[in-house]
């Protein structure tokens, strides 16, 4: 049932993100990890990439996605430890069984992070509690971000990690907003930050001095919507039955290539992160579709839908292997390669999706 909030300003939206999650629980779990840069994913001998770093691994410069011979660079003592996804979705459920004693409405957006509107309760007292449950109970810190909108919340969670609380009242948000970098509204990526240097445009106060109507001109209903997060007006609200629709990834190739082998490690690389983001999210897809871009820039897709739902590595890259070579013209150079699932089953929840279908049933 949708609530009808009276007051638009009041404090009602909670972000909580688990502070260098996998790598805390290896922390907790064994003395000897402790205080020490801890790498979580990839190998000590240079495989892989690094799903997560403990925050005395992060002074090295180390973080999330970065491939795991530059981290031993960085810190040739770094302690690697293999992923243990079944350990982090079990202490993912405990956390959620957490946040479920204080409200019904949570938004999960990822294994460790999620939005929960506490109604006509109060967040910052919500968000204290859940904070400190996390931290008898489960021996993690979490940092939790608290204000009158997801935007503002999530902004909040992020700005004192780790181990923080911040809560953003209408009149810090005012004061607050325009110091901002513009890459911190939502749907800036790296192309319109940019796009947006490129006018002048560093910090949300640039945003607000620019000439509206043209921002509005050049970016249509985007432009309008950045428009508000710089106001910090976010309208959505915590949604419990948050859809994943598709997901891909994809990689601009650093020298154009006709031969398509070179391709094949690409579409390995991606099918080993697609298979475990949908591991994560408890979901198997029908759906491969290859995405290729040429040296013209013109853009093409080519699916294939399946019987049978898949999420295994194996699976999704002899699929993807499968269009690559049967369907897509190699008639002249690729610049980029990426590759996107779609079409999910969900095995476990037929009707909307769960924290369940996120972290899976431990
Ligand atoms: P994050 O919340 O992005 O990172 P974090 O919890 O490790 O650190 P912090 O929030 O304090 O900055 O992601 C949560 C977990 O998801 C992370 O512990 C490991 C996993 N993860 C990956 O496997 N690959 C990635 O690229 C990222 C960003 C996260
Ligand atoms: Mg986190």
Redesign the pocket.
């Known amino acids: 049932m949708e609530k009808v909030r009276v007051d638009s300003n009041a404090l009602t939206i909670i972000h909580v ?8 629980i290896e922390q907790r779990d064994n003395i000897h990890y402790r205080n020490k840069p801890v790498i ?2 990839g190998s000590p001998d240079g495989r892989g ?5 403990s ?1 005395e691994a992060r002074k090295f410069g180390i973080h ?2 970065m491939p795991a011979r530059r981290a031993k660079e960085l810190c040739p003592f770094a302690i690697f430890i293999p ?1 243990n996804m079944k350990k ?1 979705k079990s202490v993912s459920k405990q956390v959620h069984d957490i946040f479920r004693r204080y409200t019904k409405l949570i938004e999960p957006i ?4 999620a939005f929960l509107d506490v109604g006509e309760g109060n967040a910052v007292e919500v968000g204290r509690a859940i904070k400190k449950d996390i931290y008898t109970e489960l021996h993690l810190t979490a ?1 939790v971000g608290v204000s009158y909108n997801k935007f503002l919340a999530k902004l909040a969670s992020d700005m004192e ?2 181990d923080g609380f911040t809560v953003i009242t209408p009149k810090t948000a005012d004061k607050l907003l325009p110091t901002l970098p513009v890459r911190k509204l939502w749907g800036v990526g790296e192309k319109t930050e940019k796009e947006l240097n490129r006018l002048g445009i560093f910090t949300v106060r640039d945003l607000l001095n620019y000439d509206r109507d043209f921002l509005i001109e050049r970016w249509g209903r985007r432009g309008y919507e950045l428009l508000k997060f710089a106001h910090g007006i976010d309208d959505s609200v915590v949604d419990t039955k948050q859809e994943v629709k598709s997901m891909g990834e994809e990689t601009t190739l650093s020298q154009d290539t006709q031969n398509i082998r070179e391709l094949e490690p690409y579409l390995k690389s991606f099918s080993a992160s697609l298979s ?1 983001r949908l591991y994560s999210k408890r979901l198997k897809c029908k759906t491969v579709t290859i995405k290729t871009k040429y040296n013209d820039f013109k853009l093409i897709t080519r699916s294939k839908t399946l019987n049978e739902p898949i999420d295994s590595y194996e699976e999704l890259y002899s699929t993807g292997k499968y269009i690559l070579y049967q369907r897509v013209p190699i008639d002249r150079p690729i610049r980029l390669i990426g590759m996107q699932v779609s079409n999910f089953v969900y095995p476990y929840e037929p009707i909307q999706m769960t924290f369940t279908d996120i972290i899976g049933d431990v």
């Open positions: 993100d688990m502070d260098a999650f996998y790598a805390s979580v994913g990439v690094v799903s997560t770093a925050y999330s996605a992923t982090y990822s294994i460790d992070e940092s990690k780790p475990n």
